[in-house]
Protein backbone atom coordinates (compact mmCIF):
# COMPACT_ATOMS: atom_id res chain seq x y z
CA UNK A 1 0.00 0.00 0.00
CA UNK A 2 1.14 3.67 -0.85
CA UNK A 3 1.56 5.70 2.51
CA UNK A 4 -0.70 8.99 0.46
CA UNK A 5 -3.56 6.23 0.69
CA UNK A 6 -3.17 5.05 4.27
CA UNK A 7 -5.10 5.78 7.22
CA UNK A 8 -3.35 6.05 10.39
CA UNK A 9 -4.23 6.09 14.51
CA UNK A 10 -1.59 7.58 16.67
CA UNK A 11 -1.79 6.82 20.50
CA UNK A 12 0.63 8.53 23.11
CA UNK A 13 -0.22 10.59 25.53
CA UNK A 14 2.24 13.29 24.79
CA UNK A 15 0.11 16.13 23.08
CA UNK A 16 3.34 17.36 21.49
CA UNK A 17 4.10 13.86 20.40
CA UNK A 18 0.71 13.93 18.65
CA UNK A 19 0.95 17.15 17.47
CA UNK A 20 4.46 16.78 15.98
CA UNK A 21 3.31 13.32 14.56
CA UNK A 22 0.11 14.85 12.87
CA UNK A 23 1.84 17.99 11.08
CA UNK A 24 4.51 15.47 9.74
CA UNK A 25 1.88 13.12 8.57
CA UNK A 26 -0.77 15.26 7.35
CA UNK A 27 0.50 15.50 3.74
CA UNK A 28 1.84 12.17 3.13
CA UNK A 29 -1.21 10.36 4.05
CA UNK A 30 -5.16 10.02 3.89
CA UNK A 31 -5.78 10.36 7.13
CA UNK A 32 -4.04 10.41 10.55
CA UNK A 33 -5.93 10.51 13.67
CA UNK A 34 -4.43 11.08 17.23
CA UNK A 35 -5.21 9.76 20.25
CA UNK A 36 -3.70 11.22 23.78
CA UNK A 37 -6.10 8.11 26.02
CA UNK A 38 -5.59 4.99 25.85
CA UNK A 39 -8.75 3.59 26.96
CA UNK A 40 -10.19 4.63 24.09
CA UNK A 41 -8.24 2.49 21.60
CA UNK A 42 -10.96 -0.29 21.67
CA UNK A 43 -13.51 2.73 20.74
CA UNK A 44 -11.54 3.76 17.73
CA UNK A 45 -11.37 0.19 16.75
CA UNK A 46 -14.68 -0.49 16.36
CA UNK A 47 -15.47 2.98 14.15
CA UNK A 48 -12.62 2.99 11.75
CA UNK A 49 -10.64 0.83 9.90
CA UNK A 50 -6.95 1.52 10.16
CA UNK A 51 -3.72 0.76 7.26
CA UNK A 52 -1.20 0.83 10.15
CA UNK A 53 -0.92 1.97 13.98
CA UNK A 54 2.22 4.32 15.81
CA UNK A 55 1.52 3.07 19.67
CA UNK A 56 3.71 4.68 22.78
CA UNK A 57 4.90 2.08 24.61
CA UNK A 58 4.47 4.14 28.04
CA UNK A 59 1.26 6.08 29.02
CA UNK A 60 2.55 6.58 32.37
CA UNK A 61 5.41 8.64 33.61
CA UNK A 62 6.32 7.57 36.64
CA UNK A 63 6.18 3.45 35.45
CA UNK A 64 8.05 3.66 32.11
CA UNK A 65 8.35 -0.53 31.78
CA UNK A 66 6.73 -0.40 28.54
CA UNK A 67 3.98 -2.99 30.16
CA UNK A 68 1.43 -0.28 28.71
CA UNK A 69 2.22 -0.35 25.52
CA UNK A 70 2.23 -4.27 25.66
CA UNK A 71 -0.86 -4.77 27.05
CA UNK A 72 -2.12 -2.46 24.44
CA UNK A 73 -0.83 -4.06 21.70
CA UNK A 74 -1.86 -7.53 22.26
CA UNK A 75 -5.65 -5.79 22.91
CA UNK A 76 -5.07 -4.48 19.41
CA UNK A 77 -3.87 -8.23 18.02
CA UNK A 78 -6.60 -9.75 19.78
CA UNK A 79 -9.31 -7.21 17.78
CA UNK A 80 -7.40 -6.34 14.42
CA UNK A 81 -4.68 -9.10 13.47
CA UNK A 82 -3.73 -7.54 10.11
CA UNK A 83 -3.19 -4.29 11.43
CA UNK A 84 0.45 -3.51 11.30
CA UNK A 85 1.63 -1.91 14.72
CA UNK A 86 4.84 0.48 14.89
CA UNK A 87 5.54 1.05 18.72
CA UNK A 88 7.26 4.55 20.06
CA UNK A 89 9.62 4.44 22.94
CA UNK A 90 11.42 7.20 24.72
CA UNK A 91 13.95 4.53 25.40
CA UNK A 92 16.33 2.42 23.08
CA UNK A 93 16.24 -0.29 24.96
CA UNK A 94 16.85 -3.39 23.20
CA UNK A 95 15.33 -5.85 25.52
CA UNK A 96 11.96 -3.68 25.75
CA UNK A 97 11.94 -3.19 21.38
CA UNK A 98 12.51 -7.12 20.99
CA UNK A 99 9.98 -8.52 23.20
CA UNK A 100 6.90 -5.90 21.84
CA UNK A 101 8.04 -7.30 18.25
CA UNK A 102 7.46 -10.69 19.44
CA UNK A 103 4.56 -9.55 20.54
CA UNK A 104 3.25 -8.90 17.05
CA UNK A 105 4.67 -5.60 16.41
CA UNK A 106 5.96 -4.60 13.00
CA UNK A 107 8.90 -2.10 14.12
CA UNK A 108 9.87 0.75 16.61
CA UNK A 109 11.23 3.76 16.39
CA UNK A 110 12.87 6.18 19.44
CA UNK A 111 12.18 9.16 20.62
CA UNK A 112 13.39 12.22 19.39
CA UNK A 113 13.22 10.42 15.84
CA UNK A 114 14.55 11.69 12.44
CA UNK A 115 11.20 12.58 9.83
CA UNK A 116 12.66 11.03 7.10
CA UNK A 117 13.33 8.19 8.75
CA UNK A 118 10.09 7.86 10.72
CA UNK A 119 8.41 8.18 7.33
CA UNK A 120 10.27 5.77 5.60
CA UNK A 121 9.67 3.06 8.25
CA UNK A 122 6.10 3.64 8.05
CA UNK A 123 6.23 3.19 3.79
CA UNK A 124 8.20 -0.36 4.28
CA UNK A 125 5.69 -1.39 6.20
CA UNK A 126 2.82 -0.75 4.36
CA UNK A 127 4.84 -2.29 1.58
CA UNK A 128 5.57 -5.83 3.70
CA UNK A 129 1.90 -5.45 4.80
CA UNK A 130 0.84 -5.56 0.90
CA UNK A 131 3.66 -8.33 0.33
CA UNK A 132 2.85 -10.49 2.85
CA UNK A 133 -0.85 -10.27 1.90
CA UNK A 134 0.01 -11.46 -1.26
CA UNK A 135 2.44 -14.00 -0.56
CA UNK A 136 -0.18 -15.17 1.48
CA UNK A 137 -2.61 -15.83 -1.25
CA UNK A 138 -2.75 -19.55 -2.38
CA UNK A 139 -4.54 -22.78 -3.25
CA UNK A 140 -6.87 -22.55 -0.01
CA UNK A 141 -7.67 -18.66 -0.57
CA UNK A 142 -8.57 -19.44 -3.94
CA UNK A 143 -11.83 -21.65 -3.03
CA UNK A 144 -12.38 -19.69 -0.11
CA UNK A 145 -10.69 -22.78 2.32
CA UNK A 146 -9.84 -20.73 5.54
CA UNK A 147 -8.19 -21.56 9.04
CA UNK A 148 -5.88 -21.30 11.67
CA UNK A 149 -7.11 -23.36 14.49
CA UNK A 150 -5.35 -26.42 15.38
CA UNK A 151 -6.99 -29.40 13.50
CA UNK A 152 -7.10 -27.14 10.15
CA UNK A 153 -3.73 -27.12 10.19
CA UNK A 154 -3.75 -30.80 10.61
CA UNK A 155 -6.01 -30.63 7.48
CA UNK A 156 -4.34 -28.74 5.49
CA UNK A 157 -0.72 -30.81 6.10
CA UNK A 158 -2.60 -33.48 5.33
CA UNK A 159 -3.94 -32.52 1.99
CA UNK A 160 -0.39 -31.54 1.27
CA UNK A 161 0.89 -34.81 1.83
CA UNK A 162 -2.56 -37.09 -0.20
CA UNK A 163 -2.93 -34.83 -2.99
CA UNK A 164 0.27 -35.79 -5.11
CA UNK A 165 -1.30 -39.59 -5.11
CA UNK A 166 -3.93 -41.11 -6.19
CA UNK A 167 -5.28 -42.65 -2.98
CA UNK A 168 -8.92 -42.58 -2.60
CA UNK A 169 -10.31 -40.03 -0.23
CA UNK A 170 -13.31 -40.51 1.85
CA UNK A 171 -14.02 -37.00 3.66
CA UNK A 172 -16.49 -37.09 6.73
CA UNK A 173 -18.08 -34.23 8.59
CA UNK A 174 -20.86 -32.59 9.09
CA UNK A 175 -23.37 -30.55 6.51
CA UNK A 176 -21.97 -27.14 6.46
CA UNK A 177 -18.36 -27.78 7.14
CA UNK A 178 -16.85 -27.37 3.74
CA UNK A 179 -16.16 -31.31 2.72
CA UNK A 180 -16.58 -29.38 -1.07
CA UNK A 181 -13.59 -27.35 -0.68
CA UNK A 182 -11.56 -29.87 1.24
CA UNK A 183 -12.14 -32.19 -2.14
CA UNK A 184 -11.80 -28.92 -4.24
CA UNK A 185 -8.00 -28.47 -2.83
CA UNK A 186 -7.14 -31.74 -3.09
CA UNK A 187 -7.62 -31.97 -6.79
CA UNK A 188 -5.83 -28.31 -7.33
CA UNK A 189 -2.77 -29.50 -5.62
CA UNK A 190 -2.86 -32.76 -7.58
CA UNK A 191 -0.84 -33.99 -10.48
CA UNK A 192 -4.35 -34.04 -12.65
CA UNK A 193 -5.29 -30.09 -11.52
CA UNK A 194 -4.99 -29.05 -15.50
CA UNK A 195 -8.14 -31.71 -15.90
CA UNK A 196 -11.76 -32.25 -14.97
CA UNK A 197 -13.03 -32.13 -11.70
CA UNK A 198 -16.58 -33.45 -11.74
CA UNK A 199 -18.56 -32.98 -8.48
CA UNK A 200 -21.80 -35.22 -8.44
CA UNK A 201 -24.21 -35.53 -5.29
CA UNK A 202 -24.84 -38.80 -5.90
CA UNK A 203 -27.38 -38.46 -3.07
CA UNK A 204 -29.83 -36.62 -5.26
CA UNK A 205 -29.79 -39.65 -7.65
CA UNK A 206 -32.63 -41.33 -8.15
CA UNK A 207 -32.35 -44.89 -9.23
CA UNK A 208 -33.70 -44.36 -12.25
CA UNK A 209 -31.57 -41.87 -13.04
CA UNK A 210 -28.12 -42.87 -11.08
CA UNK A 211 -26.98 -45.40 -13.85
CA UNK A 212 -27.78 -42.92 -16.80
CA UNK A 213 -25.88 -40.06 -15.60
CA UNK A 214 -23.09 -41.43 -14.00
CA UNK A 215 -22.41 -43.98 -16.28
CA UNK A 216 -23.82 -42.17 -19.54
CA UNK A 217 -25.85 -44.10 -22.44
CA UNK A 218 -26.00 -44.70 -26.35
CA UNK A 219 -29.13 -43.41 -28.31
CA UNK A 220 -32.06 -45.84 -28.38
CA UNK A 221 -30.86 -47.25 -24.72
CA UNK A 222 -34.62 -46.45 -23.58
CA UNK A 223 -37.19 -44.13 -24.74
CA UNK A 224 -35.88 -40.62 -24.24
CA UNK A 225 -32.38 -41.72 -25.31
CA UNK A 226 -32.24 -39.02 -28.59
CA UNK A 227 -28.41 -39.36 -28.60
CA UNK A 228 -25.55 -40.78 -27.14
CA UNK A 229 -24.47 -38.88 -23.84
CA UNK A 230 -21.00 -39.27 -22.15
CA UNK A 231 -21.62 -40.12 -17.99
CA UNK A 232 -20.28 -37.68 -15.54
CA UNK A 233 -17.84 -40.79 -14.85
CA UNK A 234 -16.23 -41.00 -17.91
CA UNK A 235 -16.28 -37.09 -17.93
CA UNK A 236 -13.89 -37.19 -15.21
CA UNK A 237 -11.76 -39.09 -17.13
CA UNK A 238 -7.69 -38.45 -16.05
CA UNK A 239 -9.26 -35.61 -13.57
CA UNK A 240 -10.77 -35.85 -10.45
CA UNK A 241 -13.85 -37.50 -9.60
CA UNK A 242 -16.05 -35.88 -5.99
CA UNK A 243 -18.98 -38.16 -5.13
CA UNK A 244 -20.43 -36.04 -2.62
CA UNK A 245 -23.41 -37.66 -0.25
CA UNK A 246 -22.26 -41.24 -1.11
CA UNK A 247 -23.96 -42.31 2.28
CA UNK A 248 -26.97 -41.85 1.40
CA UNK A 249 -27.29 -44.36 -2.33
CA UNK A 250 -28.88 -47.36 -1.89
CA UNK A 251 -27.02 -51.03 -2.04
CA UNK A 252 -28.23 -51.35 -5.82
CA UNK A 253 -26.90 -48.28 -6.74
CA UNK A 254 -23.56 -49.16 -4.72
CA UNK A 255 -23.06 -52.84 -5.76
CA UNK A 256 -23.04 -50.87 -9.88
CA UNK A 257 -20.64 -48.16 -8.27
CA UNK A 258 -18.31 -50.84 -7.04
CA UNK A 259 -18.24 -52.32 -10.39
CA UNK A 260 -16.92 -49.51 -12.14
CA UNK A 261 -14.69 -48.96 -9.41
CA UNK A 262 -13.13 -52.23 -8.88
CA UNK A 263 -12.44 -52.78 -12.85
CA UNK A 264 -12.07 -49.25 -13.72
CA UNK A 265 -14.05 -49.77 -16.38
CA UNK A 266 -17.43 -47.95 -17.23
CA UNK A 267 -20.00 -49.45 -19.64
CA UNK A 268 -22.81 -47.27 -20.77
CA UNK A 269 -26.13 -47.79 -21.01
CA UNK A 270 -27.33 -49.96 -23.96
CA UNK A 271 -23.78 -50.53 -25.03
CA UNK A 272 -21.48 -53.58 -24.35
CA UNK A 273 -18.37 -52.63 -24.95
CA UNK A 274 -16.92 -51.02 -22.00
CA UNK A 275 -14.77 -47.92 -21.47
CA UNK A 276 -11.57 -47.62 -19.60
CA UNK A 277 -11.12 -44.84 -16.88
CA UNK A 278 -8.53 -43.17 -15.18
CA UNK A 279 -9.71 -41.22 -11.87
CA UNK A 280 -8.78 -39.40 -9.01
CA UNK A 281 -12.02 -40.91 -6.42
CA UNK A 282 -12.97 -38.25 -3.98
CA UNK A 283 -16.01 -39.33 -1.68
CA UNK A 284 -17.85 -37.36 1.14
CA UNK A 285 -20.61 -37.93 3.83
CA UNK A 286 -22.45 -36.57 6.90
CA UNK A 287 -22.41 -40.10 7.89
CA UNK A 288 -20.33 -41.60 10.68
CA UNK A 289 -17.79 -44.31 9.61
CA UNK A 290 -19.50 -46.52 12.50
CA UNK A 291 -23.24 -46.16 10.53
CA UNK A 292 -21.09 -46.75 6.99
CA UNK A 293 -19.77 -49.53 8.21
CA UNK A 294 -23.71 -51.45 8.91
CA UNK A 295 -23.83 -54.10 6.23
CA UNK A 296 -27.73 -53.27 6.21
CA UNK A 297 -27.00 -49.38 5.12
CA UNK A 298 -23.47 -49.52 2.89
CA UNK A 299 -21.55 -52.41 1.77
CA UNK A 300 -18.04 -52.69 3.50
CA UNK A 301 -16.01 -53.94 0.54
CA UNK A 302 -17.25 -50.47 -1.14
CA UNK A 303 -16.33 -48.71 2.01
CA UNK A 304 -12.42 -50.52 1.44
CA UNK A 305 -12.43 -49.26 -2.26
CA UNK A 306 -13.56 -45.58 -1.61
CA UNK A 307 -11.62 -45.30 2.03
CA UNK A 308 -7.51 -45.24 1.47
CA UNK A 309 -7.28 -41.98 3.40
CA UNK A 310 -10.28 -40.50 5.89
CA UNK A 311 -10.14 -36.90 6.84
CA UNK A 312 -12.32 -35.69 9.52
CA UNK A 313 -13.62 -32.17 9.04
CA UNK A 314 -14.73 -31.03 12.55
CA UNK A 315 -17.99 -28.98 13.03
CA UNK A 316 -17.19 -24.69 13.17
CA UNK A 317 -18.25 -24.97 17.52
CA UNK A 318 -15.24 -27.23 18.12
CA UNK A 319 -12.62 -24.56 16.49
CA UNK A 320 -13.56 -21.06 17.59
CA UNK A 321 -10.37 -19.99 16.35
CA UNK A 322 -11.62 -19.89 13.16
CA UNK A 323 -14.85 -18.11 13.50
CA UNK A 324 -13.85 -14.03 13.33
CA UNK A 325 -11.48 -15.14 10.54
CA UNK A 326 -14.02 -17.03 8.13
CA UNK A 327 -16.22 -13.93 9.39
CA UNK A 328 -14.29 -11.29 7.66
CA UNK A 329 -14.03 -13.28 4.79
CA UNK A 330 -17.40 -13.12 4.34
CA UNK A 331 -17.63 -9.67 5.13
CA UNK A 332 -15.15 -8.85 2.85
CA UNK A 333 -16.80 -10.84 -0.06
CA UNK A 334 -20.27 -9.09 0.36
CA UNK A 335 -18.49 -5.61 0.95
CA UNK A 336 -17.80 -6.21 -2.42
CA UNK A 337 -20.40 -7.46 -3.70
CA UNK A 338 -23.03 -4.90 -2.25
CA UNK A 339 -21.08 -1.95 -2.49
CA UNK A 340 -20.03 -1.52 1.42
CA UNK A 341 -16.24 -2.18 1.19
CA UNK A 342 -15.22 -1.10 4.64
CA UNK A 343 -17.50 -2.97 7.07
CA UNK A 344 -16.13 -4.03 9.98
CA UNK A 345 -17.34 -6.16 13.37
CA UNK A 346 -17.41 -4.13 16.47
CA UNK A 347 -16.43 -5.57 19.61
CA UNK A 348 -19.82 -6.92 20.90
CA UNK A 349 -20.47 -8.55 17.63
CA UNK A 350 -17.11 -10.71 17.69
CA UNK A 351 -18.11 -11.68 21.09
CA UNK A 352 -21.55 -12.66 20.01
CA UNK A 353 -20.52 -14.64 17.47
CA UNK A 354 -17.97 -16.64 19.41
CA UNK A 355 -20.64 -17.47 21.87
CA UNK A 356 -22.64 -19.10 19.33
CA UNK A 357 -22.67 -22.75 18.42
CA UNK A 358 -23.21 -22.83 15.10
CA UNK A 359 -25.10 -25.47 14.32
CA UNK A 360 -25.29 -25.01 10.84
CA UNK A 361 -21.42 -24.23 11.12
CA UNK A 362 -19.69 -22.40 8.11
CA UNK A 363 -22.48 -22.38 5.98
CA UNK A 364 -24.68 -20.65 8.48
CA UNK A 365 -22.13 -18.19 9.36
CA UNK A 366 -21.80 -16.95 5.42
CA UNK A 367 -25.71 -16.50 5.59
CA UNK A 368 -24.99 -14.81 8.91
CA UNK A 369 -22.56 -12.37 7.77
CA UNK A 370 -24.17 -11.94 4.33
CA UNK A 371 -27.98 -10.56 6.09
CA UNK A 372 -25.98 -8.62 8.39
CA UNK A 373 -24.75 -6.49 5.36
CA UNK A 374 -27.53 -6.34 3.83
CA UNK A 375 -29.29 -5.36 6.53
CA UNK A 376 -27.19 -2.79 7.98
CA UNK A 377 -26.98 0.81 7.22
CA UNK A 378 -23.50 1.12 8.92
CA UNK A 379 -20.07 0.23 8.07
CA UNK A 380 -19.54 -1.05 11.72
CA UNK A 381 -21.76 -4.16 12.06
CA UNK A 382 -23.06 -4.17 15.49
CA UNK A 383 -24.02 -6.80 18.25
CA UNK A 384 -27.67 -6.56 17.27
CA UNK A 385 -26.60 -6.56 13.37
CA UNK A 386 -25.32 -9.93 14.27
CA UNK A 387 -29.02 -12.51 13.94
CA UNK A 388 -28.75 -16.73 14.06
CA UNK A 389 -31.01 -18.23 11.96
CA UNK A 390 -34.62 -18.92 13.56
CA UNK A 391 -33.70 -22.14 11.00
CA UNK A 392 -30.93 -24.18 13.50
CA UNK A 393 -33.93 -24.19 16.26
CA UNK A 394 -33.51 -25.33 20.14
CA UNK A 395 -33.73 -28.81 19.14
CA UNK A 396 -30.59 -28.73 17.23
CA UNK A 397 -28.34 -27.94 20.63
CA UNK A 398 -29.25 -31.73 21.96
CA UNK A 399 -27.84 -32.77 18.75
CA UNK A 400 -25.09 -30.75 18.56
CA UNK A 401 -23.35 -33.03 21.69
CA UNK A 402 -24.26 -36.27 20.17
CA UNK A 403 -22.52 -35.38 16.93
CA UNK A 404 -19.83 -34.18 18.21
CA UNK A 405 -19.41 -37.31 20.28
CA UNK A 406 -19.97 -39.57 17.14
CA UNK A 407 -16.98 -37.36 15.19
CA UNK A 408 -14.77 -38.13 18.16
CA UNK A 409 -15.61 -41.66 18.08
CA UNK A 410 -14.58 -41.92 14.72
CA UNK A 411 -11.16 -40.29 15.59
CA UNK A 412 -10.39 -42.12 18.11
CA UNK A 413 -11.23 -45.38 15.78
CA UNK A 414 -9.13 -44.66 12.80
CA UNK A 415 -6.16 -43.12 14.83
CA UNK A 416 -6.46 -46.44 16.45
CA UNK A 417 -6.45 -48.53 13.71
CA UNK A 418 -3.75 -46.81 12.59
CA UNK A 419 -1.26 -46.99 15.31
CA UNK A 420 -2.23 -51.12 15.41
CA UNK A 421 -1.38 -51.25 11.46
CA UNK A 422 1.90 -49.53 11.98
CA UNK A 423 2.92 -51.70 15.20
CA UNK A 424 2.48 -49.06 17.28
CA UNK A 425 5.25 -47.04 15.16
CA UNK A 426 4.21 -43.30 16.29
CA UNK A 427 6.39 -41.57 13.83
CA UNK A 428 4.61 -43.70 11.08
CA UNK A 429 1.22 -43.74 12.25
CA UNK A 430 1.54 -40.20 12.25
CA UNK A 431 3.10 -39.87 8.80
CA UNK A 432 -0.25 -41.61 7.10
CA UNK A 433 -3.16 -40.03 9.51
CA UNK A 434 -1.53 -36.77 7.77
CA UNK A 435 -0.56 -35.11 11.18
CA UNK A 436 2.47 -34.34 13.02
CA UNK A 437 3.49 -36.37 16.03
CA UNK A 438 3.33 -34.02 18.21
CA UNK A 439 -0.49 -33.43 17.31
CA UNK A 440 -0.87 -37.06 17.61
CA UNK A 441 0.34 -37.50 21.29
CA UNK A 442 -1.97 -34.92 22.00
CA UNK A 443 -5.27 -37.07 20.65
CA UNK A 444 -3.56 -39.70 22.35
CA UNK A 445 -3.71 -37.96 25.53
CA UNK A 446 -7.16 -36.65 25.01
CA UNK A 447 -8.66 -39.79 23.89
CA UNK A 448 -6.57 -41.26 26.88
CA UNK A 449 -5.05 -44.08 24.42
Request: aromatic share 6%; hydrophobic share 40%.
Amino acid sequence: MNIKDSKILVIDDDKDVLTAISLLLKNETTEVITEKNSENIINHLSKNSFDLILLDMNFNASINTGNEGIYWLNRIKEIKKDVPVIMITAYGDIDLAIRSLKNGASDFIVKPWNNQKLVEIISETLSKKDKTTKQNKNVYDEIDLIGKSEVMLDIFNKIERVAATDANILILGENGTGKDLIAKAIHKKSLRNKEAYTKVDVGALTESIFESELFGYKKGAFTDAKEDRLGLIEAANKGTLFLDEIGNISLYQQAKLLTVLQNRQVTKLGSHSPQSIDIRLICATNLPLKELSNETKFRKDLIYRINTIEIIVPPLRTRKDDIILLADHFIKIYGDKYFKQHVELDIKAISKLKKYNFPGNVRELQYIIERAIIMSDNEILKEDDIVFSPIENESTKSGDSENETKLSAIEKQTILRVIEKNNGNITKAAKELGITRTALYRRLSKYEI
